[in-house]
């Protein structure tokens, strides 16, 4: 196994899209920022120098980091962050992983473009479950505002009101030719007709899921999360903001210019978003010169479903299966059941600028209707392993307050919910199942669930009201996916079940920035076992004191 040693400066720098000049904080002045490649088994350290304005940490996205919650990242949940002008070192190990995963700011909105791929290669020796590609391309799919999107995220949490939504979507940092003024912020990829590469696609974008196709091309997923999949064909995938999906590509097409392309999945209801299309070109280097008096044909552009398309999504999400019969904790101890979605809180003053959300509210959003305050003191490891009190409390509910018809009209009553820092204590190696209800509270919304320092099965999604009864009976405990981020549909439930192992504190939360921003989190408390392997590890020296 080999040690990796990077230096990560964080730095504003110039960055042109849509025709203007943005000073945007960068890794190294790159935009996304620098690929990290290992092997499962390598270890990581990386130097995080900001030099940039704005306290900043950063977070290894579907990295167990087993007993090491200090290099995780979320700001004020693991560590205090890093002031302007200070350094922190992260140092991790790839413990039994491998695939496409990805690593970004996790402090405030900078991860907008604070981002890059983690790619994992299997250890020397070994090899992927399925023919060695020719190629490897990481795709990283972003969101860019044609402004600093820390002013997107201050004006909203001003006026209480939904944030801008972006000016575009980009293709490895770049919008694509059906953009105004982006004929050269167009990534191209070349390929030799009849190879077959890897795409490692990523979904880095703030707010939105993403439809993704290449036209006249058919994809087959090997692997999600980094995991790897019952291999399956399909010609779109949808990808939530922090999932991963690496497919096999074969340029088995007349050759010529292709579009792949990507959109918005949106299926909130009377909630404004982007609905514009980036694109990249793969482009067969064997294609006749395509020219009609010197200019180059169109690409031809992929079918994708329309942006309220759940169908595509659940009919995609349904294939996905481990690639042999996999270990799934059966009988339960912690059987959780977290409301997710979105509320509106009363103002006091409903004229005031600061009340801009609908019919005199703000914006706000929790799961089993209490709205995660994140604490200002110190962060929650940091007060927990010096036993410093007042920071957080541990009584999280386990299921909800009251119960309702959580897909139905909901009373007003219900949409408002208690700002607390609670956490859910975990006993070290229990059971846990959670099942995510979307509530239909504002609008039903699909909420991709990300739970740090753990990969767990998805074994069972349906649309409605879960009912335990009825859909215990037919969770997958055979070759369920694993996944480190879950989208709980619109108006229906996702059930996960992993083993509690990983003592520290674990922030689970919507990868929709806006939808965390409102407070749609939590974090979890997992206590040490009973040997010192079974514990968090002791605190590095130059972790960022608060
Ligand atoms: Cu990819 Cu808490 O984040």
Redesign the pocket.
């Known amino acids: 196994a080999e040690i990796h040693y990077h230096e990560f400066v964080i730095q504003a720098k110039p960055v042109k899209r849509l025709c203007r000049t943005h000073n945007t904080i960068t890794v190294n002045g790159q935009f996304p920022g620098p690929t990290l490649q290992v092997r499962n088994g390598d270890s990581l350290v990386i130097k995080a120098i900001n030099n940039a304005q704005y306290n900043v940490t950063l ?1 290894w ?2 990295i167990r980091q087993l007993r090491n919650p200090w290099a995780d ?2 700001d004020m949940v693991t560590q205090c962050p890093i002031r302007p002008g200070r350094s922190y070192t992260y140092r991790f190990t790839i413990q039994n992983q491998e695939g496409t995963l ?1 690593w ?1 700011a ?1 402090s405030k909105w900078l ?1 907008a473009t604070v981002y890059g791929a983690l790619i994992i290669y299997p250890k020397l020796g070994s090899s992927y479950p399925f023919p060695m590609p020719k190629q490897e391309i990481p795709i990283l799919l972003g969101e860019w505002w044609d402004r600093n999107p820390m002013d997107v995220l201050k004006l909203a949490t001003f006026t209480g009101a939904a944030p801008n939504v972006s000016d575009a979507y980009t293709i490895n940092g770049q919008p694509g030719d059906l953009y105004r003024c982006s004929q050269k912020e167009t990534a191209v990829f070349p390929v030799a007709s009849g190879e077959t590469i890897l795409l490692r696609i990523i979904n880095s974008a703030m707010n939105q899921e993403l439809f993704f196709a290449i036209a006249n091309h058919k994809m087959t997923v090997v692997e999600v999360d980094a995991a790897y999949t019952k291999p399956f064909t399909t010609s779109v995938i949808v990808i939530s ?2 999932q991963t999906t690496t497919v096999l590509l074969t340029a088995d097409q007349t050759p010529g210019r292709y579009y792949m392309a990507a959109r918005a999945y949106h299926p909130a209801q009377n909630a404004p978003f982007d609905n514009t299309t980036t694109t990249a070109i793969l482009q067969y280097t064997s294609a006749p010169c395509n020219t009609k008096k010197g200019k180059s044909l169109p690409p031809i552009l992929p079918q994708l479903p329309a942006y309220n398309d759940t169908n595509t999504v659940t009919a995609f999400t349904g294939q996905l299966r481990s690639p042999q019969k996999v270990e799934v904790p059966i009988q339960i101890d912690e059987n959780l059941f977290f409301t997710v979605g979105l509320g509106l809180i009363n103002c006091t003053n409903p004229n005031s600028p600061r009340c801009q959300g609908p019919n005199g509210t703000r914006f706000t959003a929790s799961i089993n209707n209490v709205s995660f305050v994140l604490p200002t003191r110190n962060s929650l490891m940091q007060a927990y392993y010096q036993g410093q009190p007042g920071i957080f409390t541990t009584d999280f509910p386990p299921v909800p307050p009251l119960q309702f018809d959580y897909t139905g009209n909901v009373s007003r009553g219900l949409w408002t919910p208690v700002k607390r820092t609670k956490l859910y204590k975990l006993k070290y190696g229990s059971k846990v199942q959670i099942v995510f209800q979307d509530t239909s509270i504002v609008t039903p919304d699909d909420h991709p669930m ?1 739970l ?1 320092g753990y990969h767990f099965a998805v074994v069972g999604t349906g649309f409605g009201n879960f009912n335990p009864g009825t859909d215990t009976v037919k969770f997958n405990l055979i070759d369920p996916p694993f996944r480190n ?1 879950i989208g709980a549909p619109p108006g229906g439930w996702v059930a996960i079940r992993f083993v509690a192992d990983n003592p520290g504190i674990w ?1 689970l ?1 919507c ?1 929709l920035d806006s939808h ?1 921003t409102w407070g749609l989190a939590m974090s979890f408390l997992v206590e040490n076992g009973a040997g010192q392997l079974q514990s968090v590890q002791p605190p590095p020296l130059d972790l960022p004191q608060c």
Do not use: Q
């Open positions: 977070h996205h579907g990242g979320p990805w970004h996790h991860r903001p922090g990300h740090h981020t922030l939360h990868h965390l």
